[in-house]
């Protein structure tokens, strides 16, 4: 049974950190590439930043880039998403996901809300 579990989220002022961090079982995690996606309020999900299978490429959404890191630990089958300097247009729900070829999993997703 394939499973994503986010945690980390959570409630911050603005300048503050999280680190997300989403644990996997059920696939060959190694050969998956890793991303995160949030989903603010009445706006589409988004891709936020995403890390190869091997770990050597990543990308970020222009609007987290030199905030945001993304990381993958093979020990444990888990991403990790760091966030720095959190502004109040960071809250959103944010979205665990595996991706390889045309196969996806999801996480259920957890809060981040930045707010003064």
């Known amino acids: 049974q394939v499973q994503l579990v986010e945690s980390g989220g959570g409630s911050v002022q603005p300048g503050g950190s999280l680190r997300l961090s989403c644990a996997t079982s059920?696939?060959?995690?190694?050969?998956?590439?890793m991303r995160w996606f949030r989903q603010a309020p009445g706006k589409e999900r988004e891709l936020v930043a995403s890390i190869s299978s091997a770990g050597y490429n990543t990308y970020y959404t222009p609007a987290v880039k030199g905030r945001f890191t993304i990381s993958r630990d093979r020990s444990n089958n888990s991403v990790a998403l760091q966030m720095n300097s959190l502004q109040p247009e960071d809250t959103a729900v944010y979205y665990c996901n595996a991706k390889r070829d045309r196969i996806e999993y999801w996480g259920q997703g957890t809060q981040v809300t930045v707010s003064s």
């Open positions: 059920g696939f060959f995690f190694s050969d998956y590439a």
